[in-house]
């Protein structure tokens, strides 16, 4: 399996500021997606991270809110916009190759917006 | 409307009896589950699968079951160790789907030495 690594661990932030984390892959992986865990609830994807073109957001998560970025096959960033504090959760990078969709995740993100 | 559902959102099990986490979907287009298992402070780390062409999957401790009928799975750990402590996600996918898992909400089990 892939080493994910997730940069930062945890964070406070400011309601209306913006952070921006990082997911970086020990090895070339085919599709790289980005998760949200909020407090007592399951993991929810947010989006795919497509290598060289725009990702493919979920019902109820948009661009101008969750820019993501993936330059390359090993790297990807999700970037959390004007926050507040309902934004306040863990956010996961996870990773999958081949078929079928087992995913590997990184440690997460655990976000605070104050 | 939550297509993945784990009904128990805590389980309590000795050391050394079985430990059962149940799992039930409602979307017939699933055909690959999966269960994940998630530390504090860690990512979920992948545990085990099963293909909807199967109604068993065994890995040393761990054993799945699928009902297809029911649209139930479980998840059967024999022996239980403190070390399982965990909360526990079930998932599921559309066999060659390149995209998402959906998750259930998870059951944290505590296994009591």
């Known amino acids: 399996s892939a080493v994910i690594s997730q940069k930062p661990s945890r964070d406070i932030c400011q309601r209306g500021t913006s952070l921006t984390i990082q997911c970086q892959v020990d090895s070339q992986v085919t599709m790289m997606f980005w998760y949200r865990q909020q407090p007592g609830q399951s993991l929810t994807l947010i989006a795919t991270a497509n290598q060289g073109s725009e990702a493919t957001y979920e019902s109820g998560f948009v661009i101008d809110k969750f820019p993501i970025s993936r330059p390359n096959l090993t790297f990807s960033t999700l970037t959390v916009s004007n926050m507040s504090p309902e934004d306040s959760s863990i956010y996961l990078c996870?990773?999958?190759?081949?078929?079928?969709?087992?995913?590997?995740f990184g440690q997460g993100t655990r976000l605070t917006v104050v | 409307d939550q297509q993945v559902k784990q009904n128990s959102p805590s389980l309590s099990v000795q050391e050394g009896r079985i430990s059962i986490l149940n799992c039930d979907y409602t979307?017939?287009?699933?055909?690959?589950f999966l269960w994940y298992k998630k530390y504090p402070a860690e990512g979920p780390t992948f545990l085990i699968s099963?293909?909807?062409?199967?109604d068993k999957n065994e890995d040393g401790r761990f054993t799945v079951f699928l009902n297809k009928s029911a649209k139930h799975l479980s998840l059967h750990i024999v022996p239980s160790q403190p070390g399982d402590s965990a909360v526990y996600f079930c998932?599921?996918?559309?066999?060659?789907?390149?995209?998402?898992?959906?998750f259930g909400s998870g059951t944290q089990l505590t296994v009591l030495p």
């Open positions: 998932a599921a996918s559309v066999w060659g789907s390149a995209r998402q898992l959906t």
């Open positions: 979307n017939s287009m699933f055909d690959y």
């Open positions: 099963i293909s909807s062409i199967k």
């Open positions: 996870s990773v999958g190759q081949g078929l079928p969709t087992e995913a590997f």
